[in-house]
């Protein structure tokens, strides 16, 4: 399984809830998967989820998520994250 890192930087970052929600989504769909016959798990990529907040106010850190996604629905799930309007980055978890 390939891992990436999604970075969402920036003033503006969605609520943890929302953050957990779009992860729990997806990590269901990883799990209903699992279960049937003709699993493979080289067709999904491990996402975790970091966040970096540059802005005044203080937010409470958490630990981020670790997202399993298919990789035909890897741009619906960036598309997610882009809708909330914070500057986001998907780069290799090693070099």
Same mark, same amino acid.
């Given at each position: 399984m390939e891992e990436l890192v999604l970075l969402i930087?920036?003033?503006?970052?969605?609520?943890?809830k929302h953050i957990n929600k779009i992860a729990n989504k997806y990590i269901t769909y990883f799990l209903k998967d699992e279960?049937?016959?003709?699993?493979?798990?080289? %067709?999904y990529v491990?996402?975790?989820?970091?966040?970096?907040? #540059?802005? $005044?106010?203080?937010?409470?850190?958490?630990?981020p998520?670790? %997202?399993?996604?298919?990789?035909?629905?890897?741009?619906?799930? #960036?598309? $997610?994250?882009?809708s909330f309007n914070s500057n986001i980055c998907l780069c290799k978890y090693r070099y």
């Open positions: 930087y920036g003033d503006l970052l969605p609520p943890h279960k049937k016959e003709d699993f493979m798990e080289d %067709v491990q996402i975790r989820i970091e966040e970096r907040y #540059i802005g $005044l106010k203080n937010r409470l850190w958490q630990w998520p670790i %997202v399993p996604v298919k990789a035909e629905y890897l741009t619906k799930f #960036i598309n $997610l994250f882009k």
